[in-house]
């Protein structure tokens, strides 16, 4: 079983507005046998830098002075030593796999079913669902039984994650052009409030990382864990562990 971890980073823009300019959504897959080791791993790490609560890309700005922030004292080295060890946490583990869709809101606009920002968020949300199965389908296909995998999702809100939760069922039951694409998915979509998972915790941090990369130019800590995206035997992840949407950008 493989647990595929969602989080999200940005906000998709309004209609007419460019503000920002991308929205990401992005998974950290992660095998059941080894969550147990990656969960000691960033236990053991929050331990050892007395760190209390959960972790968020956000708390780490220069300027974040939120209440709930557990590094609001820290200074800037020491939170850019504290998330380069989380990132080591995910790309030590070779069977952890990370995909991102990244979406570019002006441009998906013009996409005729594209018209409000739950479109780009399920649009966006598709893609990664998408490269999950073919991930469960390559491992399947090395290992030989059937791999199967169940995806994860931050809690938002009860009613955004109903919304969700048919929009995830609509795309995996209803259409039968993907009726046979999903095939290797367990039940529905699962929720988990972040502070009470390891994993979406560790998505958020792919998903900031990925973000800034695209609306800062900034890609410092997009390159700490690149190779851990899933890719091609040649190791290009465009499209493969790295989606573009729409693809025309």
């Not at 993907?178 to 367990?186: A, E, G, L, W």
Request: aromatic share 12%; hydrophobic share 35%.
């Amino acid at each position: 079983m493989h647990l595929c971890f969602i989080d999200e980073s940005g906000t998709p823009s309004k209609l007419g507005k460019n503000d920002p300019r991308f929205f990401v959504i992005a998974a950290a897959v992660i095998p059941d046998g080894v969550w147990h080791v990656v969960r000691e791993k960033l236990v053991g790490l929050k331990r050892e830098k007395k760190y209390h609560g959960e972790v968020k890309w956000r708390f780490f700005a220069p300027n974040n002075n939120d209440e709930d922030n557990p590094m609001k004292a820290w200074g800037q080295s020491e939170k850019d030593e504290f998330r380069d060890r989380i990132f080591r946490i995910i790309s030590e583990q070779r069977s952890i796999k990370l995909i991102a869709c990244v979406t570019k809101c002006e441009e998906a606009y013009k996409v005729p079913s594209i018209n409000n920002q739950d479109d780009i968020y399920f649009r966006t949300y598709k893609p990664v669902t998408e490269r999950f199965q073919y991930l469960l389908q390559d491992l399947s296909r090395e290992v030989g039984p059937k791999i199967s995998g169940l995806i994860v999702a931050d809690h938002r809100g009860s009613k955004d994650d109903n919304k969700m939760r048919h929009q995830h069922e609509r795309l995996v039951r209803e259409d039968q052009k993907f009726t046979s694409t999903y095939t290797h998915f367990v039940e529905g979509l699962f929720f988990a409030p972040s502070h009470m998972s390891v994993g979406i915790q560790l998505a958020d941090m792919v998903a900031g990382a990925t973000w800034r990369y695209f609306e800062r130019d900034d890609d410092r800590f997009f390159q700490k864990i690149q190779h851990s995206f899933r890719a091609k035997p040649n190791g290009d992840i465009q499209g493969f562990g790295l989606v573009k949407f729409p693809g025309s950008w």
